[in-house]
């Protein structure tokens, strides 16, 4: 039997959601929404309604939000009150206060709820996690990521750090499996919008991980990448690709002792891992279909969503006040 899924928003993402939505085993898309009406002609021959009281109405059991940000609180809550499953793309929310009453809308509802926080269904970033868990590299001792690219016209409600560094504070936590206990951040204004389109973040995790991110808009080319140094060499995952490689410490010897006592690296073998290259959202969604259906609990829950956005937040403050932030 098939879970009946709306989907509102119809821009840039709702099309590759509905795509989707349309393929994935065990979904049955049975209405769309979008006040702005439907520009990249996603509707096809599903009803195409205005609002999410109109999805509601077509009783839908399941949701996929896709709307700008600042109305994922409005959208969110009202599906919530229907008792609807909702997946919510990231951020999760326009603020901690309204991430918060989402938190507690769905957990009063009893619903499933999650955040598309869809890096952690990247090929590469899987693996990884899963070595690390492994102790393949040893002790941890950093994960730097970037994440640059040209200016998005579609982006206009938030900044840099809530739509682009939320990818990389929510995988950098999940793939140490630590949270954040300090953000250290500057940002930059550069094209005369409201909001940063640069920023620097340094940081710590509670395991003492060390962490740096380097995120921006004005870039003219596109970069994802994830560095994780350890004990035994360093992994650098390509999300871009979905490509994975190891580049392991070399086992250079010396005879003299007051060198060798000193355990520095040398250049060893690399290795690239052959990876099943999975479409991320569609896995993302298969997780989210799974958790509706309590088989498996993979989807990235709204208060894990909560917790990136307080870190962003705290990033944020912490450009303008100039201080860090301990969380």
């Known amino acids: 039997m098939s879970i009946k899924y709306g989907l509102i928003g119809l821009g840039m993402m709702g099309r590759h959601h509905a795509r989707l939505l349309r393929e994935v085993d065990g979904i049955d898309l049975i209405a769309v929404a979008d006040a702005m009406g439907d520009p990249h002609n996603v509707a096809g021959d599903t009803p195409l309604l205005n609002s999410v009281q109109g999805l509601i109405e077509a009783g839908v059991e399941a949701a996929v939000v896709a709307v700008p940000t600042k109305f994922h609180e409005e959208v969110g809550l009202a599906l919530a009150e229907a008792g609807v499953h909702t997946l919510i793309e990231k951020p999760v929310a326009h603020s901690l206060e309204a991430a918060t009453r989402l938190v507690d809308a769905f957990d009063a509802a009893d619903r499933v709820a999650a955040v598309g926080h869809v890096e952690r269904f990247n090929p590469a970033l899987m693996s990884l996690r899963g070595r690390i868990a492994n102790g393949d590299l040893g002790d941890v001792y950093q994960i730097q990521t970037r994440r640059q690219g040209p200016f998005p016209v579609r982006i206009a409600d938030v900044g840099v750090v809530k739509d682009l560094g939320s990818h990389d504070i929510d995988l950098t936590a999940w793939l140490a499996q630590s949270s954040y206990t300090s953000v250290s951040a500057q940002t930059a204004f550069r094209s005369g919008r409201e909001h940063e389109d640069m920023v620097a973040i340094t940081g710590k995790l509670a395991n003492g991980t060390m ?117």
């Open 211 to 327: 962490v740096n991110h380097i995120v921006n808009w004005l870039t003219p080319f596109k970069e994802r990448l994830t560095v994780v140094t350890g004990e035994r060499g360093a992994y650098i995952a390509d999300t871009l690709t979905a490509d994975l490689s190891f580049f392991e410490n070399g086992t250079t010897e010396g005879t003299w002792d007051a060198m060798t006592a000193f355990r520095g690296v040398s250049e060893g073998t690399i290795t690239r891992y052959a990876l099943d290259k999975r479409e991320p959202l569609r896995s993302e969604h298969e997780a989210f279909r799974d958790a509706i259906l309590g088989v498996r609990n993979e989807a990235v829950t709204l208060r894990e969503g909560l917790e990136t956005l307080r870190v962003a937040e705290s990033a944020i403050e912490s450009a303008s006040t100039g201080e860090t932030v301990h969380l």
